[in-house]
């Protein structure tokens, strides 16, 4: 959704994010990420370079403070696709900024998405669908919630919000209590 964002909005830029995560074919250095050793993330840690940075899945994630300056200084939107944790680090030190949460419409939805992508493991599928299901716990920290039930219609809404017109976006379809009060044992239920 941030890319197809991206592709509509001349003056929204996504800041590209450290990790010490292993890059993935088709990845490119620089563009999908910059992939450094741990080490060399650390170091940048005990030298302030993240506006935020935090550990996800075993590997570092953080988003460079002077990048994310400078595009705010060049007068661009600047998109941070951060968790929960990361962006109340940012609205701590930015607290003009806007942080938006997207969620699925359901628990099961997210898994039938999760499981479509047909790359991970079950191990794997279950400890994203834990992780997603924390993650959302905090979705209400956000300024906003945007519904991804429909992506070119979640989509308008996210450029709305951009855009400074949040006005004129959807209602939530669903109850958020009972999209978050959903139980995920291995087998995801249908809320």
Do not use: C, H, K, P
């Given at each position: 959704m941030a890319r197809a964002l991206l592709a509509s909005s001349a003056e929204s830029r996504m800041s590209i994010s450290h990790t010490t995560r292993q890059r993935r074919a088709g990845e490119v250095n620089g563009e999908?990420?910059?992939?450094?050793?741990?080490?060399?993330?650390?170091?940048?840690?005990?030298?302030?370079?993240?506006?935020?940075?935090?550990?996800?899945?075993?590997?570092?994630?953080?988003?460079?403070?002077?990048?994310?300056?400078?595009?705010?200084?060049?007068?661009?939107?600047?998109?941070?696709?951060?968790?929960?944790?990361?962006?109340?680090?940012?609205?701590?030190q930015m607290p003009q900024a806007v942080s938006i949460s997207i969620l699925p419409p359901s628990i099961s939805e997210l898994e039938r998405r999760l499981r479509s992508r047909g790359s991970d493991s079950e191990d794997v599928i279950r400890s994203r669908m834990r992780q997603a299901i924390d993650e959302m716990q905090h979705c209400k920290e956000a300024d906003f919630v945007v519904l991804n039930d429909d992506f070119n219609e979640a989509l308008v809404d996210l450029t709305l919000i951009v855009a400074g017109e949040s006005d004129n976006i959807r209602a939530l379809t669903v109850d958020l209590d009972d999209l978050l009060d959903a139980d995920y044992d291995g087998q995801a239920n249908t809320v």
């Open positions: 999908d990420y910059f992939f450094v050793d741990q080490a060399e993330f650390l170091q940048m840690v005990d030298d302030g370079v993240f506006l935020e940075y935090a550990q996800v899945y075993g590997n570092y994630y953080g988003t460079s403070r002077l990048a994310v300056e400078e595009m705010l200084a060049a007068g661009l939107n600047v998109v941070l696709d951060i968790d929960w944790q990361g962006a109340r680090e940012v609205r701590e």
